[in-house]
C-alpha cells in the first residue's frame, strides 16, 4: 500500500513558478512508476509528467521546456517544478504511483494522492 500526499500548490501569476512536491508512504517507492496529472474544471484527467523508477521521464507535449519531474528515492518524494506559468495550466494537480512502467492512461495509476490546487492568474 502507498499513501501520497501532494503539496506545494497555490495562486501564482502568470510567468511564475511552483514546485509541487509528492510524498509517499511505503518501503517500495523506488520500485513505482510517479507520475502527475491535472484535472481542470470540466475537462478530463491528463497526464503532465512522468518519471521512471529508473529515472526515464515523460512530458505531455503541452508542458514540455516547462516543467521538471524529479524523484528523490531517499526522501520517497517526487516533484513537479513548474516554470512559466499559463493561465491554462489552472487545475487540481495529482499525484500517482503504479509499480512497473510508465503509462500515461490514468486508469492505470493504482494509488492517487487528494490532489493540490494551482491557479494561475493572467
Known amino acids: 500500500q502507498v499513501q501520497l500526499v501532494e503539496s506545494g500548490g497555490g495562486l501564482v501569476q502568470a510567468g511564475g513558478s511552483l514546485r509541487l512536491s509528492c510524498a509517499a508512504s511505503?518501503?517500495?517507492?523506488?520500485?513505482?512508476?510517479m507520475g502527475w496529472f491535472r484535472q481542470a474544471p470540466g475537462k478530463q484527467r491528463e497526464l503532465v509528467a512522468a518519471i521512471s523508477s529508473g529515472g526515464s521521464t515523460y512530458y505531455a507535449d503541452s508542458v514540455k521546456g516547462r516543467f521538471t519531474i524529479s524523484r528523490d528515492n531517499a526522501k520517497n518524494t517526487v516533484y513537479l517544478q513548474i516554470d512559466s506559468l499559463k493561465p491554462e495550466d489552472t487545475a487540481k494537480y495529482y499525484c500517482a504511483a503504479r509499480p512497473g512502467v510508465v503509462v500515461i492512461i490514468a486508469t492505470q495509476y493504482d494509488y492517487w494522492g487528494q490532489g493540490t490546487q494551482v491557479t494561475v492568474s493572467s
Open positions: 511505503g518501503r517500495t517507492f523506488s520500485s513505482y512508476a
